[in-house]
């Protein structure tokens, strides 16, 4: 059966320099590559793409489509933590979910956002959602 291997994120971002600044010094990425108008960034599964566009409309003027990315994470607790010490605008903070998650989220300079989650020990969202079933 085919599969998908690995997902990559693209985003416009109105500053190149500014957003890939955010993402490395703030949010823990690594810059893999970069060409000109583009930087490739990753931290652990998750790659970035970000595309230098100017002209485009930022995300934080649609604040209801805004979300890009739901991140599993090992220590949400511990990266909630580092996200604070860094400055970094939270848009919900760290909680229990009733659907077995414990999450918190996060606003980009361009105001896409970004919600970070870890399984709470002995949940599983595949149970919640089958209970509903």
Known sequence: MPEILASMFVL???????????YVEKLGFTEDFSV???AFLSR???MLRLGHCPEAKPMSQARDHSWFAYLHVRDAAGLYKETLKKGV???HPLED????????AVVTPDGHRIVFGEELP???AAKHASKKA
């Open 89 to 91: 605008e939270i848009w």
């Open 36 to 38: 000109d108008g583009w």
């Open 12 to 22: 416009a971002v109105n500053d190149l320099a500014s957003s890939r600044r955010f």
């Open 44 to 46: 652990g599964a998750c």
């Open 122 to 124: 002995g949940q599983s």
């Open 97 to 104: 979910k009733p659907w077995g998650m414990r999450e918190f």
